[in-house]
């Protein structure tokens, strides 16, 4: 049991230091945070007329932790977020529904519009 507890215990540190790839956009006032899990950044997926590519500059950021990710995204006016550890955040913190999480070669992305109540 002692080893099972090491295991997850493990695993949960990893997941806490896995990086994300992170730039900030703003233009008019409004802010969009690009966030892209750190090992698919540079890759171009395609799957009929769709392409999802992680080449060009509008992902190239700094690296963050899930932590920092969320802070920042809490905080966004829109966000666009690949890879699957970038959209759980966005899932974690309800601002992505999983009904609106497309995936291009099995990679899942999303786009959200953050609207404040008042």
């Known amino acids: 049991m002692n080893v099972l507890r090491a295991v997850i215990s493990r695993m949960l ?3 806490f230091k896995m ?3 992170v730039k ?3 233009k008019n006032g409004r802010t969009l945070i ?3 899990d750190k090992n698919i950044l540079g890759n171009i997926y395609e799957e009929g007329d769709h392409v999802l590519d992680l080449s060009s500059e509008f992902y190239k950021g700094d690296e963050m932790t899930e932590e920092e990710t ?3 995204i809490r905080n966004a006016d829109m966000v666009n977020l690949v890879g699957a ?3 759980k ?3 974690d913190e309800d601002i992505i529904d ?3 999480v497309k995936t291009i070669e099995g990679i899942p992305y999303a786009i959200g519009v953050l609207i404040e109540e008042e």
């Open 70 to 72: 969320s802070d920042l």
């Open 34 to 36: 690009a966030v892209c």
């Open 85 to 87: 550890n970038a959209v």
């Open 89 to 91: 955040i966005g899932v």
């Open 24 to 26: 900030t956009h703003i």
């Open 98 to 100: 999983e009904d609106s």
């Open 13 to 15: 540190n990893l997941r």
């Open 19 to 21: 990086k994300l790839i």
